[in-house]
């Protein structure tokens, strides 16, 4: 378990739901997936990089709504550069390590704050 933080510290993450418009996987990457990702009109697209590329493929997200972080510092990534992070679990799929995406539902609007 990670340190216990107070309520300010957690607050400080803008959580969001993200409509992926786009996925890809890079030609440069072996590991990562590139998506386009609408956050609704008030921040408008980012480019989310991912390394999930082993378990998953572009056509499992491509208009989907996932809950993301905004608000992370950019950061290169290979060739590319991350404008957030998608949330997922750790766990297990037939006894492999791997990450679990949780889709939302589709009647929850793109850029809804996640609380």
Same mark, same amino acid.
């Given at each position: 378990? @990670?340190?216990?933080? +107070?309520?300010?510290? #957690?607050? @400080?993450?803008?959580? &969001?739901? *993200? &409509?992926?418009?786009?996925?890809?996987?890079?030609?440069?990457? @072996? !590991?990562?997936? +590139?998506?386009?990702?609408?956050? *609704?009109?008030?921040? *408008?697209? !980012?480019?989310?990089?991912? /390394?999930?590329?082993?378990?998953?493929?572009?056509?499992? #997200?491509?208009? @989907? &709504? #996932?809950?993301? %972080?905004?608000?992370?510092?950019?950061? !290169?990534? /290979?060739? /590319?550069?991350?404008?957030?992070?998608?949330?997922?679990?750790? /766990? !297990?799929? +037939?006894?492999?390590? &791997?990450? %679990?995406? #949780?889709?939302?539902?589709?009647?929850?609007?793109?850029?809804?704050? %996640?609380?």
């Amino acid at each position: 378990m @990670k340190p216990t933080i +107070e309520y300010p510290e #957690f607050e @400080k993450l803008d959580l &969001r739901v *993200g &409509r992926i418009l786009e996925a890809s996987v890079p030609t440069w990457s @072996k !590991k990562l997936m +590139e998506f386009t990702v609408d956050f *609704g009109s008030e921040i *408008g697209t !980012k480019t989310i990089l991912s /390394g999930i590329q082993a378990w998953y493929t572009p056509e499992d #997200f491509i208009g @989907k &709504r #996932f809950p993301f %972080i905004v608000n992370l510092a950019e950061r !290169k990534m /290979g060739e /590319g550069v991350s404008q957030g992070m998608m949330i997922m679990a750790d /766990g !297990k799929v +037939e006894d492999e390590e &791997r990450p %679990i995406v #949780f889709p939302l539902p589709e009647n929850i609007e793109a850029g809804t704050v %996640i609380r």
